[in-house]
């Protein structure tokens, strides 16, 4: 079964609200997690990297003030698209790390920004 | 930033036919893996490959992984229609991230 969750697993908005997901470990805790973000026949782009208990570490080109991320627990960490726009639209995908070899991905979640 | 490329970037094949697709990397690895995704949808782990390791078999599929060339392969034998999708290698870096490949999408002609 699934060891990582999102949710929600779709979400549209209006332009210019701020959404949240949700990304938890189920079976396992996770002090870090990773947020991916995956435009239409395009591969995964590493955004960000969340720690429990730190801030999070954000890769080159990634707004941090744009996508909050939250790791507040060992088991949750949160991605949030604040005023969200069209081009914001895409697939988000997080995973939880476990170990070197071992490292899960959650079923992702699609926004799409009206 | 992505840590490599894939090719070809599509493929298109036969049903039956063996498919491959290649992966170039960047910096050093401790392992190289392989996924699937369909249309839509989230990924699956197909085999993980380590950096001391040159070949690796999973059911139908062949990885192997060549270190002095940074790159590896991922052979599908006796393809079928459930094969259709789109394929990334990952590889590992330091502080534990997973950087993707391009991908390679593949349809299997019925």
């Known amino acids: 079964g699934a060891v990582v969750s999102q949710h929600p697993s779709r979400v549209i908005c209006k332009s210019g609200t701020s959404v949240k997901i949700e990304c938890r470990s189920l079976d396992f805790q996770a002090t870090t997690m990773f947020w991916y973000r995956q435009f239409p026949k395009q591969s995964l782009m590493l955004m960000a990297t969340?720690?429990?208990?730190?801030?999070?570490?954000?890769e080159q080109g990634v707004e941090k003030d744009k996508f909050l991320i939250n790791h507040a627990s060992l088991t949750l960490s949160t991605l949030t698209v604040t005023s969200a726009h069209p081009e914001d639209s895409s697939f988000y995908i997080c995973?939880?790390?476990?170990?070197?070899?071992?490292?899960?991905f959650g079923p992702g979640t699609r926004l799409t920004v009206l | 930033s992505q840590q490599g490329e894939e090719d070809p970037q599509a493929l298109s094949i036969q049903e039956g036919e063996n498919a491959t697709m290649n992966c170039s990397y960047k910096t050093s690895i401790n392992n190289l893996q392989w996924y699937r995704q369909n249309s839509g949808r989230g990924l699956v782990h197909l085999i993980l490959?380590?950096?001391?390791?040159r070949e690796k078999h999973s059911g139908r599929l062949r990885v192997t992984l060549d270190t002095s060339k940074k790159s590896s392969s991922l052979l599908i034998t006796a393809s079928r229609a459930a094969d259709t999708a789109s394929y990334f290698c990952?590889?590992?870096?330091?502080?534990?991230?997973?950087?993707f490949g391009s991908g390679t999408r593949l349809s299997i002609r019925p």
């Open positions: 990952a590889t590992d870096t330091s502080a534990s991230k997973i950087i």
């Open positions: 969340s720690n429990e208990g730190s801030k999070a570490t954000y």
């Open positions: 995973s939880a790390f476990l170990s070197t070899d071992t490292q899960y």
């Open positions: 490959i380590r950096s001391n390791e």
